[in-house]
């Protein structure tokens, strides 16, 4: 199976299905490897595996795969927390064009302001939040405001404050592509995945080989071993999909920024 079709696969199941779902790999990655060892412990030849080097092998391989997962929640914080970041950077240009938009004249002023307010209107409508006006998608909405700044700009060519707002302008568009693309395109590498998902089989396999070669019983440790194990690669999932999870960044700047506005525009 292609890997990107394997990590749409996974994209698909919900936040606890993805939990579900590796826990069920790691408890038959396990009882696998025990029935598998337990069958060569059984020999009665000298081909029975001796529990120490196992051990030792086992432990390198876990030890891998804890370092492929510090990896992988590196990779994914660092996107939660870009994500944050092009939120105040977009609130802060939005505002300020909002704020320039005063130097420009009208009618040109007044269509500035109405199209911020409805593009904030979009931003938090796209997180999941309820909007309060009809809904535009957002690259109408800079079309229609670079429409505006062109428009000023031709007329008013000379004036520094024009050229200010003109910039601000073009900010609040950029950030909008960096917003998306930080969204929809910044994700963990499926080739990653499928590593982290072939050494987690792997690993807990070798455990219950392990397990059943030192001849002991099935324990329910390894139950809680593999739901802590799950949660954490949950979390890692959660924190990789904007928006879909229970971590999400706070919306709370964008809202304020909107009662902001809406307050002015009165």
């Known amino acids: ?22 826990v069920l790999v ?16 059984q020999r009665e030849d ?9 051990g030792a092998m086992v ?29 105040i950077e977009e609130v802060n240009a939005i505002r300020t ?9 009208e009618p040109n002023r007044v269509e500035v302001h109405r199209i911020l307010r409805q593009y904030v209107d979009e931003r938090l409508q796209w997180t999941g939040i309820p909007e309060g006006r009809d809904h535009r998608s957002a690259t109408a909405l800079l079309d229609q405001l670079w429409a505006q700044a062109t428009s000023v700009g031709e007329k008013q060519q000379d004036v520094a ?7 601000s302008a073009g900010r609040v568009i950029s950030l909008n592509t960096e917003r998306v693309n930080l ?9 990653m995945d499928a590593v982290v998902m072939l050494l987690t089989i792997l690993a807990f396999a070798g455990m219950g080989y ?26 890692i999932a959660d924190l990789n999909r904007p928006g879909q999870g229970w971590i999400n960044v706070s919306q709370d700047a964008m809202i304020d920024l909107r009662a902001a506005l809406n307050g002015r525009s009165h």
């Open 59 to 87: 432990g390198a391989s876990l030890g891998l795969l804890a370092f492929l997962l510090a990896i992988t929640f590196s990779i994914a914080e660092d996107g939660f927390n870009a994500r944050k970041t092009a939120l």
């Open 46 to 54: 000298d081909r029975k595996e001796k529990e120490a080097p196992v």
């Open 210 to 235: 392990h397990g059943g070669v030192a001849g002991t019983v099935r324990s329910p440790v390894m139950v809680l071993v593999a739901v802590s194990f799950s949660l954490v690669v949950m979390l």
């Open 97 to 105: 064009t909002y704020m320039l938009a005063a130097f420009i004249p």
């Open 161 to 167: 404050n024009v050229a200010l707002f003109i910039d």
């Open 183 to 191: 969204r929809e395109r910044s994700r963990i590498p499926a080739a």
């Open 1 to 22: 199976m292609p890997l990107d079709k394997a990590q749409y696969l996974l994209g698909s199941l919900p936040i606890w299905g993805v939990f579900l779902t590796v």
């Open 26 to 41: 790691v408890l038959i990655s396990i009882e696998i490897g025990f029935r598998r060892g337990r069958k060569v412990q």
